[in-house]
């Protein structure tokens, strides 16, 4: 198992609310990443982060927002949710060292607006 | 442009029977080719890479890939399938010529289903 943790795994929220999906690595890796797929579906990168303090938007527009200021930790924040915005959010992490490393993904946080 | 193509949404095979699950690529320089499985509810968990070397790669559950350079595919295949074998299945490229923009593409994945 990979030592990458997203909380909640289940999120339903009412329209309007702020809500911050939380990510968590312990493997020390530099590169951290959030994708958004809807169920049985294709992946769509919305962030990027290469290292602290750097982050950078992916190829899906998204409305969300990240932050990078330690390592290990990778939020994605939402500051008012609205039903398009019910997806299933993966984050994903690799070490810095060389392109060829493959990524570890967390659980997964399924989230639902209503 | 760097792409990555899964030819089929969904595969069924019967347990017991070879399975191959396609994928194809396109990057300007040298692959490095990934394949991911996605169980129902679930995280994404790699299977296999191949980054140099042999064109037959091993990788976790019995799953094994052929780089296949002529052809730019990279097919996923295992010689006796399971019913826990059934999941999503994701291949990825990246290119590694792509300087500082080497995200990784991804295939829209295929879909297995193992029958018993």
């Known amino acids: 198992e990979a030592d990458i943790y997203q909380t909640p795994r289940y999120l339903v929220i009412g329209t309007g609310k702020k809500i911050t999906l939380e990510c968590s690595q312990t493997?020390?890796?530099?590169?951290m990443y959030w994708y958004q797929q809807d169920p049985g579906m294709e992946l769509h990168l919305i962030h990027y982060?290469?290292?602290?303090?750097?982050?950078e938007k992916g190829d899906l527009s998204s409305e969300s927002t990240v932050s990078r200021i330690r390592t290990e930790h990778f939020p994605l924040t939402l500051e008012s949710a609205r039903p398009s915005h019910t997806s299933q959010y993966l984050c994903?992490?690799?070490?810095?060292?060389?392109?060829?490393?493959?990524?570890?993904f967390g659980q997964g946080t399924r989230l639902t607006v209503v | 442009a760097q792409s990555v193509a899964q030819p089929e949404d969904q595969v069924n095979v019967a347990e017991g029977n070879p399975l191959t699950v396609k994928c194809t690529y396109s990057?300007?320089?040298?692959?490095?080719l990934f394949w991911y499985v996605q169980y129902p509810n679930r995280g994404l968990q790699f299977l296999l890479k191949?980054?140099?070397?042999d064109n037959l790669v091993k990788g976790s559950y019995g799953f094994e890939a052929e780089f296949n350079k002529s052809q730019t595919s990279f097919h996923l295949k295992k010689p006796s399938a399971l019913v826990s074998d059934s999941a999503l299945y994701f291949c990825?490229?990246?290119?590694?010529?792509?300087?500082?923009?080497?995200?990784?593409?991804w295939g829209l994945g295929t879909s297995l289903a193992v029958n018993p």
């Open positions: 994903a992490s690799s070490p810095r060292v060389g392109w060829h490393t493959e990524a570890f």
């Open positions: 493997m020390g890796h530099d590169k």
């Open positions: 990057v300007s320089g040298n692959p490095y």
């Open positions: 191949y980054i140099t070397g």
């Open positions: 990825a490229v990246r290119d590694s010529n792509a300087g500082n923009n080497r995200k990784l593409i």
């Open positions: 982060s290469y290292g602290v303090n750097s982050t």
